[in-house]
C-alpha cells in the first residue's frame, strides 16, 4: 500500500512525489526488506542450532547417574541400607544408582592376611 502512494500517488490522491524521491524510497524499502529477511533467517538457523544443542544436553544430563547426600553404611559389613530400609552389598548399591562398574582385587594388608605364607607383610618388600 505505502509502496503503492509512491509508485502510482494518482489511486489514492495523494501528494505526488518527485520520481527521485520515489525511486530513494522504493530502494531503501527493497534493502530494509532484503536485511530484515536476512537477520529473521540467521535468528532462525541460530535458534535451531542452539535448540539442538540444548537436547543434546538434557539427553546427556538424562544418561547422569549421580549419587549424593548421607548414604548409611554398616561398619562392619559395609553394606548400604536403601531407601525401603534393606540392606545390600555396596557395589549392588552403587551400580543400581550410578554408571560405576566394578572390578575386584585384593589390596596387600587383605592379601597377607588371608594368604600370609604366599603374600609378605606389605612394609616387607
Known amino acids: ?15 505526488v512525489f518527485s520520481t527521485e524521491a ?25 535458534y535451531q542450532q542452539l535448540e539442538t544443542e540444548h537436547n543434546k544436553l538434557r539427553l546427556a544430563l538424562d544418561e547422569v547417574k549421580t549419587l549424593s547426600g548421607l548414604l548409611p553404611i554398616c561398619s562392619t559389613c559395609k553394606k548400604i541400607r536403601d531407601d525401603q530400609g534393606y540392606w545390600s552389598q555396596i557395589e549392588a548399591y ?24 604366599i603374600f609378605p607383610e606389605p612394609g616387607e618388600l
Open 22 to 46: 520515489a525511486t530513494r524510497f522504493s530502494l531503501s524499502f527493497l534493502i530494509v526488506g532484503v536485511i530484515s529477511y536476512s537477520l529473521e533467517s540467521l535468528r532462525n538457523y541460530y
Open 94 to 117: 552403587i551400580g543400581a544408582h550410578s554408571d560405576a562398574e566394578f572390578t575386584h582385587g585384593i589390596c596387600p594388608e587383605c592379601a597377607h592376611k588371608l594368604y600370609p605364607d
Open 1 to 15: 500500500m505505502i509502496l503503492g502512494i509512491f509508485i502510482f500517488p494518482e489511486w489514492t490522491g495523494a501528494y
